[in-house]
């Protein structure tokens, strides 16, 4: 007798898996390195950006990962947690010792542009994968771009596009920027200004705080000083919501001036309050409460964590999705191979709408221009948006950057 594997003759069962492997993109046999997909979040954990990275982007990998079944290829899906503590060196430290050491095939998150920066350094000379959600600078898919790096949220141009340009169609045709003194805040404040500048509009001044200063009152009032009739709040989390705060107590919305928020998350509004926060105009790439499909997850984000998603959170569970969809129609992990796949399909989900994957490597999506509601208008629990307008990927984010190498010329 034939010796026999599961009651078929080993040469079945050879030819069987052969067939099974033929079917495999390519016709090759599925290869993943290290026979398992490792992802890395790396984010901040216990610092100022946590509220809308830190657990909750560790929460949404792993929904995607549980979504997803566990395993692709055959081969198992862990996940890693690291937090940089918002320091370049930590960031860049903790990349390199994933990438050589713990074989782990791909990071996500990472706030804070110089981290974000930093952190694709490392990507390129190791040649793994990145994919960063709350690092806004387009340097990073233009002078920066990387065939191993992808931006998926958002960038500096599409929030200055969003907020600045229908500001100003609005009649807030003065700015006074309150910029934070990082590469982040410079990026906002320079594509808003060339937004109000193209429209007709002035920019009248910036003052630029340091990262988590803790009195914002001098700044807040030079800017209350230049009579704008808008002052434009170029800063992430800590600083863009304590100023619109401090704003708030000085009487700028009661003189006459607005605010307009070139970075704000449903998590900062949150912390805020209505009292404070209502009026604001921002624009945003996710809104939990935007329809049914939207609602959807983030009830079940919810109930795992008891607050609704910011967009960066969101846009984790999509892109590792995408990815893990990516790896199983190219049937390896090999980065070049996935990345190219990724970059074939469509990003159709409950975050994104019209959404592809560029050439740059930018994700280019649809965004929402939104207005805070009053606390008399919200009705219950995280309702915090009246969505005032869509924009569409292409008028957001612009065309490639040609200081791409990836960008055909």
Known sequence: MNPT???????????????????????????????IVKIGVLTDMNGPASAPTGQ?????????????GGTVLGKPISIVVGDHQLKADIGASLARRWYDVEQVDLIVDVPVSAVGLAVQNIANEKKRLFITHSTGTADFHGKFCSPYAMQWVFDTRALAVGTADAVVK???????????????????????????????????????????????SSFVLQAQASKAKIIGI?????????????G???????????????????????????????GLLLTTSFYWDM????????????????KMPSMWQAGV???????????KEAGTDDPLKVAAKMREKPVEDFFA???????????????????????????????????LTTISGDKAFGPPDPACAMVKK
């Open 5 to 35: 594997r599961f009651g078929l003759p080993v040469a079945a069962g050879f030819a069987a898996t052969f067939l099974a492997a033929s079917l495999l993109p390519g016709g090759a046999m599925a290869q993943v390195s290290d026979d």
């Open 56 to 68: 909750g982007s560790v929460t949404a990998a792993q929904m995607a990962i549980d979504d997803f």
């Open 170 to 216: 609005r009649g807030g045709d003065s700015w006074f920027f309150i910029t934070d003194d990082y590469a982040f805040g410079h990026s906002l404040e320079r594509d808003a200004s060339t937004v109000i500048t193209a429209n007709g509009g002035k920019v009248l001044g910036s003052v630029k705080p340091p990262l988590a200063t803790p009195d914002l």
């Open 234 to 246: 170029a800063a992430g989390p800590p600083n863009n919501m304590n100023e619109i705060k401090t």
């Open 248 to 278: 708030s107590e000085f009487g700028v919305f009661k003189g006459g001036q607005q605010m307009a928020a070139l970075l704000a998350l449903i998590t900062d509004i949150h912390g805020l309050g209505l009292q404070a926060a209502q």
């Open 291 to 306: 329809d049914d499909k939207t609602r959807a997850w983030s009830k079940r984000y919810f109930a795992k964590l008891n």
């Open 317 to 327: 569970y999509s892109s590792v999705m995408h990815y893990l969809n990516a790896i």
């Open 353 to 387: 709408r019209n959404g592809k994957l560029r050439e740059d490597n930018l994700m280019v999506h649809d965004l929402w221009l939104v207005q805070v509601k009053t606390p008399e208008e919200s009705k219950y629990p995280w309702d915090y948006y009246k969505i």
